[in-house]
């Protein structure tokens, strides 16, 4: 034999095909041999294609589930929806590829010789003037059923019911009045459901269910004349004795006159080529999954769980009726505690393929069949899948068939049932929106919240916030707020310390909902977050802060979040820092400009203390492209020009990398400010890095100039500046240099039409006479484009970041104009009466907010600078008579001194925005409340 490669540790013999050693090796004596070998299965059809699959590796499988080793079974459920998907699909393989373009001329031919196109049959056959069906139906059952009830018929399409017969009573045998179904009403793809329902008594509300029948559109269309179809119960089994009658169906070829039902019949009689190659899957694979679905093994079922969802996805509807739900079906009635629990995972996981009207008529009853089970295994399985089922199934469904059932199971006498009823109350929530059920989740959890289990109590305070976003700003929201604001004083005593992560990784959702401004509750429970000293809580507060900041608007920044924004900068753990600087520009765009400037010294610290963490400079070079929409003209000139600099030089490619990519942000902010003048120390760094004597930098400015490329708009200094340098780099004596410039630069330079026809045509010419054969296999599409998309997304990444940062200020704008407005409004008339002494809560709230700000007035003075272009912002919001009384934050010097007379004083500021202050205000606090 003839043994030339190792693989996966031993010997392959490569005279055999990989056919050949499938066969082999999946029963070769070592186990290992043989888990190998089945692994590769999947592969191995793939590569083969549907025919050899069917023929020589379909028949191994019921030899290798017999397999005594768990692990070689379990890697053969992996294998099976990979199976299935190469039966399902034409053209796999190079046998099926062979053929390919053979079977379509000879199907082409058919089609055009024999008949149209079922889409343009049933099109014409809707267009027709008449496009009714004529039915008349009977029922034949030998067996006579108990009573003396009354039977009629239900025919229905998904959640549309087509037509429901008269009660026909006392009879085993009824016929039922002729009637039509319009195909105009009628789904084609989505098959016909007929149910026989019994009546014992004229006066029941409900009806017993006897049998149904599922019929496919196009079956129906060629039903013969007696037709006769057998009754099958919900599992798809045939009920013996008892079938539906069709009567009289020759009329509906009458009716339709001269529309070619011979055609209909022929594509509804055959088998399409799909559902031919699916009778391997419903005859070869799906048994096998299910021995393995009640393997003695766990692993191996859970394996097989997988493999039969993935099987179920290749499947049609009706085909996934027939074999797939029955499967589910039968495992959820079997006497084994651990088939039932496969059942009910398997319901939740083919909810989504099952569709609302199998998931509302069939899944639905039988988790409220398992949830009623005495195992208390199987009723918890069964409340873990309510959630995904209530979403398929929808509203209407959950309340009226699941919520009765979840709510008495949120009382059952086992806590781990209690607790997965806690754990699927966010997607039950999610799927209820009424306000009647909302009431009904907030007595739950108040249940919860007072359970004699501690593990139920710790999952109800880890979803609380969840839940609260999920049910929206309700009456029962209001009153799962107050729970949630006690979480961290309630921490170590009724529930565990780690509810108090859940609580800082949920705050910014709650605040968003209920509103940060309105619950006086919620900054106390911040206040007590901030103090909290453990990291995991720590950290969450820091990576949310910037969200944080935006949902609670800038005036609210400015009392509470400041300074645990600062306390987190200087933090000693690094996950926490990383936290705050990952968003720092957009927190401080939330931020006045005032207080934006002062934290440029706090960035250049970050940079140079992080000497022995590059990572905390990689994030800052991230930072750059909305570090320069934050800052005013002479800061981003002169600051953060100069971090721009200073972090393309970094000794760590990565960060050079980020850092060179802000290049064209940096431009754009300083051109629209000081136009070209303004972009000269810019201008200059770039002309250093594209002359540079080293090959790594004459790259980032290739970097640069791909960026640039990727603008929505071509700079105006692009052609003047930086296109000449690019096309000297096409010839730059560096091999590296000459790729990065076919890989980075040429195809964005052929989109953005940055050269006329001849130029390119030239550039191209001398790129295909490089003397390198890597360039030119890049021209020719080879070579990939080894970290080309890691760029781009570090270029869309940045677009967007400064798209967010310029969305954020403008609404800060907008709402410090609101504030302007409201406050401009005329004040309310005046009481004689003595104003009531302020409220315990007023006092608390006044309090906390100086807890805050640890007593520093830093973040709230506005200090407008006239000398800088982006505080034009604030002096826009003023009035043109309070834009001649600031000057370089400072006020007219008789207004400070009070010796301006009160009328004229009070005149000019009630013009403006804002509110009269009493002439015995001293300088500096006006200066504050401005």
């Known amino acids: 034999m003839n043994i030339g490669v190792i693989r996966n540790g031993f010997a392959a013999d490569e005279t055999l095909t990989d056919v050949q050693r499938i066969e082999n090796y999946c029963f070769h004596s070592l186990p290992i041999t043989r888990l190998a070998y089945v692994r590769r299965i999947g592969d191995c059809s793939q590569n083969v294609g549907r025919e050899v699959t069917k023929k020589s590796i379909l028949p191994l499988l019921t030899r290798i589930l017999k397999d005594q080793e768990k692990d070689v079974r379990a890697a053969l459920a992996e294998q099976l929806g990979q199976l299935a998907e190469t039966l399902a699909q034409r053209g796999a393989g190079p046998e099926d590829a062979d053929g390919k373009e053979e079977g379509k001329k000879s199907e082409n031919a058919g089609t055009k010789r024999d008949r149209p196109k079922l889409v343009d049959t049933v099109k014409r056959i809707k267009e027709s003037s008449n496009s009714s069906v004529p039915l008349k139906c009977g029922l034949d059952i030998r067996q006579e059923p108990d009573g003396s009830g009354g039977m009629y018929l239900k025919i229905s399409q998904l959640r549309n019911t087509l037509h429901e017969t008269e009660i026909i009573w006392g009879d085993s045998k009824p016929s039922w009045k002729e009637f039509s179904l319009d195909l105009k009403d009628i789904d084609i793809d989505t098959p016909l459901k007929f149910v026989c329902w019994i009546k014992e008594e004229i006066e029941q509300k409900t009806s017993d269910f006897v049998g149904q029948v599922m019929l496919p559109v196009t079956r129906l269309l060629s039903l013969k004349n007696t037709s006769k179809l057998a009754l099958c119960n919900r599992f798809g089994n045939a009920i013996k004795n008892a079938t539906l009658n069709f009567e009289g169906t020759p009329q509906l070829q009458e009716k339709m006159g001269d529309l070619d039902l011979q055609h209909v019949s022929e594509l509804s009689g055959g088998t399409t080529p799909r559902k031919r190659e699916n009778k391997s899957i419903t005859r070869k694979i799906i048994p096998c999954v299910q021995k393995l679905l009640i393997d003695e093994d766990p692993g191996v079922r859970e394996n097989a769980c997988v493999a039969f969802v993935r099987v179920a996805s290749v499947l049609d509807p009706l085909q996934v009726q027939t074999n797939v739900l029955t499967v589910v079906l039968l495992l959820a009635h079997d006497e084994n505690e651990q088939h039932k629990i496969i059942a009910a995972k398997l319901i939740a996981s083919l909810s989504s393929i099952l569709g609302p009207l199998l998931c509302s008529e069939f899944c639905a009853p039988e988790l409220l069949h398992l949830a009623d089970d005495p195992k208390c295994s199987v009723r918890k399985a069964a409340v873990q899948s309510f959630g995904k089922i209530a979403k398929v199934a929808g509203s209407e469904s959950t309340t009226k068939k699941l919520m009765q059932s979840f709510r008495a199971m949120a009382k059952d006498q086992v806590w781990s049932v209690r607790k997965a009823v806690v754990e699927q109350m966010v997607e039950m929530a999610s799927t209820v929106s009424d306000e009647e059920s909302a009431k009904v989740f907030g007595l739950m959890f108040e249940g919860f919240a007072s359970d004699a289990s501690r593990w139920v109590r710790n999952s109800a305070f880890e979803v609380l916030g969840r839940l609260i976003h999920t049910l929206g700003n309700c009456e029962a929201s209001k009153s799962l707020l107050v729970w949630f604001c006690r979480i961290p004083s309630l921490a170590n005593t009724k529930i565990d310390q780690e509810c108090t992560f859940f609580c800082a990784y949920n705050f910014p959702a709650v605040c968003h909902t209920m509103g940060f401004n309105k619950n006086p509750e919620l900054p106390k429970a911040f206040i007590h977050l901030c103090k909290d ?15 944080l900041a935006y949902i609670v608007g800038p005036d609210m920044t400015h009392k509470y979040l400041v300074a645990p924004f600062e306390k987190f900068l200087k933090d000693a753990t690094n996950e926490v820092r990383e936290g705050v600087i990952q968003g720092l520009g957009f927190f401080l765009s939330m931020l006045d400009h005032s207080a934006r400037e002062k934290y440029l010294t706090e960035i250049w610290n970050i940079v140079r203390n992080s000497q022995k963490n590059w990572r905390f400079r990689e994030l800052m070079a991230k930072q750059l492209p909305s570090l320069t929409r934050i800052f005013s003209t002479k800061a981003t000139r002169g600051s953060i020009a100069s971090l721009f600099s200073f972090l393309c030089r970094d000794e760590v490619a990565s960060v050079r990398r980020r850092a060179v990519i802000a290049v064209p942000h940096l431009l754009d902010r300083l051109y629209r400010d000081a136009g070209e003048e303004g972009c000269g120390h810019v201008v200059e760094e770039v002309d250093l890095f594209a002359d540079s004597k080293t090959y790594k930098e004459r790259q980032l400015f290739l970097l640069m100039g791909e960026a640039m490329l990727s603008m929505n708009e071509l700079h105006p200094l692009f052609k003047s500046i930086f296109l000449p340098k690019l096309l000297k780099a096409a010839g730059d004596s560096v091999i590296n240099v000459r790729i990065c410039f076919c890989r980075n630069i040429l195809p964005k330079l052929t989109r953005a039409n940055a050269l006329e026809a001849d130029d390119m045509k030239a550039l191209m010419d001398r790129l295909n006479s490089d003397p390198d054969v890597d360039v030119k296999d890049l021209l020719l599409g080879g070579l990939g484009s080894i970290d080309k998309k890691k760029s781009e997304d570090a270029i869309q990444e940045s677009k967007a970041m400064v798209v967010k940062v310029e969305s954020w200020i403008a609404e800060r704008k907008e709402r410090q104009a609101k504030a302007l407005l409201d406050m401009k ?50 002096l826009e919001l003023l009035s043109p008579k309070q834009k001649k009384t600031v000057r370089r934050g400072t006020l007219p010097e008789d207004v400070i001194k009070g010796s301006v007379k009160e009328t004229r004083h009070r005149s000019a500021m009630s013009e403006g925005s804002i509110e009269t202050i009493p002439e015995s205000l001293e300088g500096k606090r006006y200066q504050k409340q401005l």
Do not use: I, Y
């Not at 000293?533 to 949310?544: C, D, G």
């Not at 309090?847 to 604030?874: I, R």
């Open 825 to 874: 409004a005329p004040p309310a008339p005046k009481d004689n009466a003595p104003q009531p002494p302020q409220t315990q809560a007023q006092v608390e709230e006044n309090e906390l907010a100086a807890e805050a700000l640890t007593g520093s007035d830093e973040g709230v003075d506005v200090d407008v600078d006239v000398g800088a272009s982006d505080e034009k912002e604030d």
């Open 533 to 547: 000293s453990r990291f995991p809580v720590r950290r969450a507060l820091a990576f949310s802060l910037h969200e």
